[in-house]
Each structure stands twice: as structure tokens, then as C-alpha cells.
């Protein structure tokens, strides 16, 4: 099944994270307006490589999902 779009770009970010192209962090932030807030929190929280290793969270930071 290929993957597109957040769950791509995180899995990747990830990627290249643990191989040391892009610096340690420990936080991701992805603005997006509220219209396109559910597919991304439906993309984030069913992609099960991308669910083992981040959580979404509200705009207060928050755990939410």
C-alpha cells in the first residue's frame, strides 16, 4: 500500500532523523488551516508507521488522538 502525502513526509523525516541527514528534534509542528485539519489527523493516526512515532497534538500542545 504506498503512502502519500503526511504519512510520507513524516516517514521519511523520520528516516532521515535516525540516519543522522537532519538534526535530532523532538517535536514536529505542521500548521494547516481547519478545513484541512481532519484528513490530517486521519492521515497522522491511521498510518501505523507514522502512529509508532509521533502523536498529535491541539494547538495548546496537548496529546489529542
Known sequence: I???GIGALLG???RR???G???WFARVV???DAAALPALRR???TDI???ARYRVADATGGENG
Open 2 to 4: 504506498g503512502r502519500g
Open 17 to 19: 532523523r535516525a540516519t
Open 21 to 23: 541527514e537532519v538534526a
Open 43 to 45: 492521515d497522522v493516526t
Open 30 to 32: 505542521v500548521m494547516a
Open 49 to 51: 508507521v507514522v502512529r
Open 12 to 14: 521519511d523525516l523520520f
